[in-house]
């Protein structure tokens, strides 16, 4: 069964320092990766997404998420935090089953950023 | 784009007693999820529609919770009766069709609080 683990609950950071937020996964077959962000009171919102490709991708508000096949990972990445990505982020997984999308997406138990000014 | 509608925002109910909620997904998009979000924990997926057909419902605690998608469009969850446990945030969220990739759109959810 496939499955998404976040090792750390909270993440503390300067602002204007890197941020790395991780994330590991664990799949039969080829896995969909994605990052999602949650603010106080509201629904999840979409970051970036990992498919095939480049190992690098690039998102939303400049974060970025690295795959490493070998070392199941999708860790989220920022060059340069601000006190505004403060927030609670959730990595998830989705099995790939044929050509279809039906496969379940899967969240890890999220890590809450606090970045400090 | 509109973004996807869901009501009530809070909801408290007492334990045995029913409670709905309904869930308007972005305009086109074929698949819709309700998910379950416990205090502390990742959202954990309770169903799945694709159009108006379930996919996934292996986590629906089915001797109380049910949830239809008339017509493809809206989507209801029903709980009868509610039990403590139940206490959570009740997310629905949308996307288009597609092969894997398609992120998923969330509603603000419901807030639900079983005493």
């Known amino acids: 069964a496939q499955s998404v683990a976040q090792p750390e609950d909270q993440v503390n950071v300067a602002e204007g320092n890197p941020l790395t937020v991780k994330c590991t996964y664990s799949?039969?077959?080829?896995?969909?990766l994605f990052w999602y962000v949650q603010y106080p009171n509201r629904g999840l919102q979409f970051l970036l997404k990992y498919i095939t490709g480049d190992n690098l991708v690039k998102g939303s508000y400049g974060f970025e998420a690295e795959f490493n096949k070998s070392q199941t990972s999708f860790h989220l990445k920022k060059p340069s935090a601000l006190v505004s990505d403060s927030a609670l982020y959730f990595c998830a997984v989705r099995e790939v089953h044929g050509s279809s999308n039906t496969g379940k997406l899967i969240f890890g138990q999220g890590t809450t950023l606090q970045v400090k000014p | 784009e509109a973004g996807v509608a869901q009501s009530p925002r809070y909801k408290i109910i007492e334990k045995r007693q029913s409670v709905a909620f309904w869930c308007n997904p972005i305009?086109?998009?074929?698949?819709l999820y309700w998910y379950q979000q416990i205090l502390g924990q990742g959202p954990k997926l309770l169903i799945q529609f694709q159009n108006n057909g379930v996919v996934d419902d292996s986590q629906l605690p089915k001797d109380r919770f049910s949830a239809e998608r008339l017509k493809g469009v809206d989507s209801t969850l029903k709980i009868q009766p509610a039990k403590l446990e139940d206490s959570a945030v009740y997310l629905c969220a949308s996307s288009l069709a597609g092969q894997g990739g398609p992120p998923l759109h969330f509603g603000n959810g419901t807030r639900l609080t079983v005493t």
């Open positions: 799949v039969s077959g080829n896995p969909y």
């Open positions: 305009s086109g998009h074929a698949t």
